[in-house]
Each structure stands twice: as structure tokens, then as C-alpha cells.
């Protein structure tokens, strides 16, 4: 089997090679308002582009992978950092009735790729649901019912079940595999200087347990939910 490849092997590599640069770094933005310095690692065309421009085709989707580039070399940043925002309660846009001086709240959010971190912004309209409600309607599950500051997106709550289901993978190896895709350079960096930076939590050099201390229980509701209910 290896051999079928083996003659394809140096066009292989440099095709990988390939995609971790961009000779459009650096220069001008197609928009001419800025310069081309951030790509994203997961949609299918990696064009960079200025911050703008960016943040303007992430909207929706907000949880991709972000690169910046630094002169030489492409290294990872993320779009809550970038200025990113997620609305609650009006598609994607801000809530007209939220205040101007309404705090953002951050929130780590759990998805398939990785931990991310973005501010989120509540619907505050007459009709509005509380936040745990807001987040679940938006397809994110709270980690708590008070005060979220943690959430889990659907889609890995329904891998996650599915991998106990076909491979018995452990909830711990599940979250380790979430943590080196944060961060496979550092993995154990990745909390405490990216993601805690934005949280409200107070310092606590277990920060990365809490985490998986709530995807363990967060995990075990979805268990019970799927079983008896969806
Ligand atoms: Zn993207
Ligand atoms: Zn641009
Ligand atoms: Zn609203």
C-alpha cells in the first residue's frame, strides 16, 4: 500500500509545506484598507487578509482556527482576541435593546477543534430568556445554570458521545485530544496564558481541571438527555 504512494511522496510534502505559507502575507489587503497579516486554518480557501476583513467573514462561522502573521512565520491567535463577538437572541447582530455600556461577558467555549474564548453579548429585550436559556438556543450548552462563563457546543457534545459509544474512548483522553488541538506545542500553556487571560474566574492554577471537571458533568447530562429524551 505504501508503495502507491511512495512516488508521490515529495509532491505530497510539499503540498503540506506548501499551505503554512502564504506569499500574500504581509501585502495589501484585497479591500486596500489594511494589510494582509491573518488567515484562517479552517476554511476551505486560507487567503489571508487584514483584521477587517477577517472578522467581517467570521461572523458566522466563530469558531475557526486563527493565524497571524508575524514577518517570518504564521503563529496561532483566535478571533475572541481579534475583537470577535458573539451576539445572542438576533442572528448576528447586537441586540438593539442591549445597553451601550452592557459588559461583554467572555466565555470559554468548548467546540470539536478546540477551547475557544469569545465575549459574548446577551439579548436584553423584554422577551428575553435567561442566559443559560440564550446560550442553549444558540446551540452552545452552559456549563452552569448560574452565571455561565463556560460553554459546550452541541456538536461536541454529540462527538464526544459518539466516541463512547463506538470506541470507549475515555472523557479524559477526549479532553486531552481538545487540549493539544488548543495547543499542540503547548498544551499545558494553553490555559493559563490564552484562555484565562479573558476570563472573569479568579487565578486558579487548576483552571484547566475546572474545565474538565464541567465536561465531565456537562458530558454526563447530554448522556442522560440523549438516552431519555432526544
Ligand atoms: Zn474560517
Ligand atoms: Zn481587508
Ligand atoms: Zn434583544
Wanted: aromatic letters at 12%; a positive charge.
Amino acid at each position: 500500500m505504501m508503495a502507491a504512494f511512495e512516488k508521490h511522496f515529495d509532491k505530497l510534502q510539499f503540498a503540506i509545506l506548501e499551505r503554512k505559507y502564504d506569499p500574500k502575507a504581509g501585502t495589501n489587503c484585497a479591500c486596500g484598507a489594511g494589510r494582509s497579516l491573518y488567515r484562517c486554518q479552517d476554511c476551505f480557501t486560507s487567503i489571508s487578509s487584514c483584521q477587517q476583513c477577517l472578522l467581517r467573514s467570521h461572523v458566522d462561522p466563530p469558531l475557526h482556527h486563527i493565524q497571524r502573521w508575524t514577518g517570518t512565520h504564521f503563529e496561532r491567535t483566535n478571533l475572541g482576541d481579534l475583537g470577535l463577538m458573539l451576539f445572542l437572541g438576533h442572528s448576528t447582530s447586537r441586540c438593539p435593546n442591549a445597553p451601550t455600556n452592557s459588559n461583554k461577558r467572555p466565555t470559554v467555549i468548548i467546540h470539536t477543534n478546540a477551547i475557544h474564548k469569545l465575549h459574548i453579548e446577551y439579548c436584553h429585550c423584554a422577551h428575553a430568556t435567561d442566559k443559560p436559556t440564550q446560550l442553549s438556543s444558540a446551540g452552545l450548552f452552559p456549563a452552569t445554570t448560574e452565571k455561565p462563563e463556560t460553554a459546550f457546543t452541541f456538536s461536541v457534545l454529540k462527538e464526544f458521545h459518539t466516541h463512547t459509544l463506538s470506541s470507549k474512548k475515555s472523557a479524559y483522553d477526549y479532553f486531552i485530544a481538545l487540549q493539544r488541538l488548543t495547543n499542540n506545542v503547548f498544551p499545558d500553556r494553553t490555559y493559563v496564558s490564552t484562555l484565562y487571560v479573558h476570563s472573569m474566574r479568579p487565578y486558579n492554577p487548576t483552571f484547566v481541571w475546572d474545565l474538565y471537571r464541567e465536561f465531565l458533568r456537562v458530558a454526563r447530562v447530554w448522556k442522560y438527555l440523549a438516552l431519555t429524551r432526544f
